[in-house]
């Protein structure tokens, strides 16, 4: 996304299954879950600020419940 968020998909077709990492961890821990998940459906994945590849420009250190909260939602409208 512009903000710096980055985001993998699958091909496919299908649903979308939107995975949330776990603190400390990135959107690449979904990686084998991804290989099953496109034989039937989409599966996006993206790395929290302060995680894994994402460059977020705002707010960087704020990873309160309620920014988190609000970085899955605006990532579900994007994808």
């Known amino acids: 996304m512009d903000n710096g968020t980055p985001i993998f998909f699958t091909e496919g077709h299908g649903p979308i299954f939107l ?3 776990g603190a400390g ?3 690449l821990s979904f ?3 991804a290989k099953e998940v496109k034989k039937f459906a989409r599966l996006a994945a993206f790395d929290f600020r302060g995680h894994g590849f ?3 420009e705002d707010g960087e250190n704020d990873l309160s419940i309620e920014t ?3 970085d899955g ?3 579900l409208r994007f994808v």
Do not use: D, P, R, V
């Open 19 to 21: 995975c949330f990492h």
């Open 25 to 27: 961890m990135c959107a």
């Open 31 to 33: 990686a084998l879950l």
């Open 54 to 56: 994402s460059k977020h």
């Open 68 to 70: 988190l909260i609000e």
């Open 73 to 75: 939602i605006e990532t």
